[in-house]
């Protein structure tokens, strides 16, 4: 079982409708879940972060966590062309002191 | 302005030979680390170091090497033994192990 695991995609969706996008992470210690948005050729840059179970809601974008579940999601309200981009999901291991990446899920929205 | 500044944006390696990545932060983070993304891939850690004078192996250390001998310095060095080093290499730091990781550019390395 991959640590973090990810839809590949690509995930279409049309413009202004909701984007939402899973992980499921498989260390029961992790503490810290994080977003980050990756446009082709450019780095990761982070979009939200959650710490405690529930919902968490920044602008168009919400984050949710079940830590029972062992599972995060985003949800991207209103897609606009520009969120087209990969998104990667990144707990942490806080025991081994660093941040693993998931492969990511391509979204594509279409106008 | 702080941030992460990695250097060269591009570098072309010839067969056997070793070459250096720069890694520089001006945060004041203690956590840093270097990931390596093949093309339609995610990210692979490859070290992290966790304060000066420490680093860690990640997933696929093999082929390359780090130090840390100043807080704001991680550089990491792609050996001969890496054989298909070509990818493209990130560099991040963090506060600390549970808080988020801010990236460098990026550097493009191909083997010639």
């Known amino acids: 079982q991959k640590e973090v695991e990810q839809n590949s995609g690509p995930l279409s969706v049309p413009e202004g409708a909701i984007a939402s996008l899973n992980c499921t992470y498989s260390?029961?210690?992790?503490?810290?879940f994080f977003w980050y948005r990756q446009y082709s050729g450019k780095s990761p840059e982070l979009i939200m972060f959650?710490?405690?179970?529930g919902d968490k809601e920044d602008g168009r974008f919400t984050a949710q966590l079940n830590k029972a579940s062992q599972y995060v999601s985003l949800l991207i309200r209103d897609s606009q062309p520009s969120d087209s981009a990969t998104y990667l999901c990144?707990?942490?291991?806080?025991?081994?002191?660093?941040?693993?990446f998931g492969s990511g899920t391509r979204l594509s929205i279409r106008p | 302005d702080g941030g992460i500044t990695q250097s060269p944006k591009y570098l072309f390696r010839k067969e056997g030979q070793n070459v250096t990545l720069s890694c520089e932060q001006n945060?004041?983070?203690?956590?840093m680390y270097w990931y390596r993304q093949d093309p339609g891939q995610g990210l692979r850690l490859i070290y992290y170091?966790?304060?000066?004078?420490?680093?860690q192996k990640g997933d696929i250390a093999e082929g390359y090497s780090v130090s840390r001998e100043k807080k704001e310095s991680f550089p990491l060095t792609v050996t001969s033994a890496q054989k298909n080093p070509t990818a493209f290499y990130l560099c991040?730091?963090?506060?600390?192990?549970?808080?988020?990781?801010?990236f460098g550019q990026g550097t493009r390395l191909t083997v010639v």
């Open positions: 959650i710490y405690s179970n």
């Open positions: 260390d029961r210690g992790s503490q810290s």
């Open positions: 990144a707990p942490t291991r806080g025991w081994a002191s660093k941040i693993i």
């Open positions: 945060l004041n983070h203690d956590a």
């Open positions: 170091s966790q304060i000066v004078n420490d680093f």
């Open positions: 991040a730091s963090s506060y600390d192990r549970n808080t988020e990781a801010f």
